[in-house]
Structure formats: C-alpha cells, structure tokens
C-alpha cells in the first residue's frame, strides 16, 4: 500500500510539473511583458502615458514586420540574416524612384518588389541550389548592404515627396500609420498559418521536411515562397523606415536582423523549426521595445543599453533550449 501511494503520488508530481511547464509555454512570455510594464511604471518617468506607449509601438513596428516574416523562415528550420540589409536597399532605392518623380505609390512598391526580390534569390539558392540558409543570406547580408552604398554613393537620399512621408511618420486619428501597418501584417500571417494549407505545409517542413516531402509537399516551392515573403516584408519595412527617416539611407537596418530573431525566439518560435506561433512573436517584439524604451526613459547609457540587448538575445536562445526539455 506504502508502496502504490508512493507512485501515485510521483505521477502527480510529474502532472502537476507538465501543467507548469505547459502553463509557462502559452504565458510566461505574456507575464514577463507585463511584470516589465509594471516595473517600468514606477522606475520610468512617463512610461505609462498613452504618448509613450503609441511611441514604443511605433518605434518597434520595423522589426516586428520584419520579425514577422522572420517567423515563417524559422518555423521551417531556416533562418534569414539579409532582412536588415533589404531594408537599406529597399529604403534608397524607392526613394530615389520618388524622387525621379514617379507616383509615390509606385515608387513605395519598387521598394517592397525589391524586397521580396531579395528574398526569391535566397529561397531559390536555399531549396533549388541546396545551399545552407545560414551561408545563402549571409552571403546576401553583405552584397544587398553593398548595393545600398553603391546605388545611393554612400549618402542618404533626402525624400520630398509628402505622401511618401505619410507612410512612416503620419498618423491616422492620433495613431502613427506604422501600428497600422503593422498590425494589418500579423493579421495576415496570422492567417496563414492558422488557416490555409500553405501555413500546415511551413509547419510540417520544419517538423521533418523529409517527411514533409514524401507526403507531397512540394517542399522546395514551399521554401522559396517563405524567403520571398520574408524579403518582401523587409522590403515593406525598408519602405516604411524611409518615410519615418524622410530618406533613404544605406546604413539603416543594421543589426535589425539579430533583433527580428531574438523577437521570434523570445515569442516561443523553436530555432529547429516546426513549433510557434506568430503572437509569441509580436510578445517578444513588445518586450524587447518595451526594455529599449525603458532603458531610454531612465537615461540609461546607450552602450550600456546594447549590452542589455546582447544578453536578451543570449536569453532567447537560452529560452529556446530549456523549452526543448520537458518536466516529465
């Protein structure tokens, strides 16, 4: 009898640990965001004003479109270092189209097409060409950034055009047109995945592509179109920066690759592939501006600042790894 009750009482143990665990997975991310606001609304002067709290959307919606298509690039095991360089060159490339004097629409699109040609050369020289996705967009992270410098000489490129302007730095009914943008971006990929065959097959691809394959997924189609879209966002979020800079800049979106990916892994989205979700990511985009902003408002010194950033991306991948182990 001592002896059952003894088991029993380990299987519980194990169950309640598993509830924890899981518990964890689905919230920690959301309670660590608002443990950080409640913190922050006592250490941060203003942190709570509605003015503040629209800025740090604001000033996080670049890296969370990209991170957005960062998302699906990492849910099939792959990953893409060429986004914060498809910014630059999409930013001065549609700006410099405005300022040929071509409709502004146009000139916006030029910019994001340039992105999502970006993103089609990596996805074909990752699923056609076999070429490791590490290697193929790091490759791409410096000739796009190269391409930036020679297109514009090396200078920002001033943008004249107003309605360009809007893009990035208007707002409409007292909300930057970035948040739009932005949300209208996770509603889509939301979508995606969660509802059409495409978004199965991304998941399926990063669980075993093998297997993926020898179920009919046309697995290499599949590849090319997640770079693509990653490139196309990129180039939206290249876009949408130059009209909140009102130019063009080659040396803009440095570093905002590492930052995308910390924002995916902190969201829950495994670094293997097949697990995640794309409102984990937006939660690991909020929590990464929410500290940047908080550091900001405490005047804390901006390296000091990086060496924040550098231990949450280490946490991340961190974050990553204790998820692959489960309790029981």
């Known amino acids: 009898m001592r002896g059952n009750t003894q088991t029993i009482t380990h299987s519980q143990r194990l169950n309640i640990g598993n509830v924890l665990y899981s518990l964890w997975n689905r919230l920690g991310m959301i309670m660590i965001l608002l443990l950080l606001c409640v913190v922050l609304s006592f250490t941060a002067p203003n942190f709570l004003d509605t003015a503040n709290l629209l800025n740090v959307l604001k000033q996080v919606s670049i890296i969370a479109i990209l991170a957005a ?46 992105g999502y040609a970006v993103g089609l050369i990596n996805g074909f020289l990752t699923a056609k060409a076999k070429l490791p996705a590490f290697i193929v967009t ?146 690991g985009v909020l929590i990464m501006g929410v500290i940047s902003n908080g550091l900001t408002l405490m005047d804390v010194n901006y390296y000091w600042q990086l060496v924040v950033k550098g231990g949450v991306i280490v946490a991340a991948v961190l974050l990553d790894r204790l998820r692959g182990n489960s309790p029981a």
Do not use: C, W
């Open 69 to 114: 298509g960062m998302t699906i690039v990492i849910l099939t095991g792959g990953i893409d270092l060429s986004v914060g360089a498809t910014v630059a060159l999409s930013g001065v490339i549609s700006v410099m189209v405005s300022s040929a004097g071509v409709n502004p629409i146009i000139a916006m699109l030029s910019g994001v097409l340039v």
């Open 138 to 283: 790091l490759g791409s992270f410096t000739y796009v950034r190269g391409l930036a410098y020679v297109i514009s000489g090396g200078y920002p490129i001033v943008l004249q055009n107003e309605t360009f302007k809007f893009i990035g730095g208007g707002s409409i009914f007292g909300i930057p047109t970035p948040i739009y943008i932005m949300s209208l971006v996770y509603v889509v990929i939301f979508f995606v995945l969660k509802y059409t065959m495409f978004g199965r097959h991304i998941y399926a691809i990063g669980g075993n592509e093998e297997a993926a394959r020898l179920t009919g997924i046309k697995v290499e189609k599949s590849l090319i179109n997640v770079y693509s879209i990653s490139g196309l966002l990129a180039g939206l979020g290249g876009v949408v920066l130059a009209g909140r800079l009102f130019s063009g800049q080659p040396t803009a979106g440095q570093m905002y690759e590492l930052d995308a990916i910390a924002a995916v892994i902190l969201g829950g989205t495994s670094l293997t592939g097949g697990k995640g979700k794309i409102i984990g990511t937006i939660i």
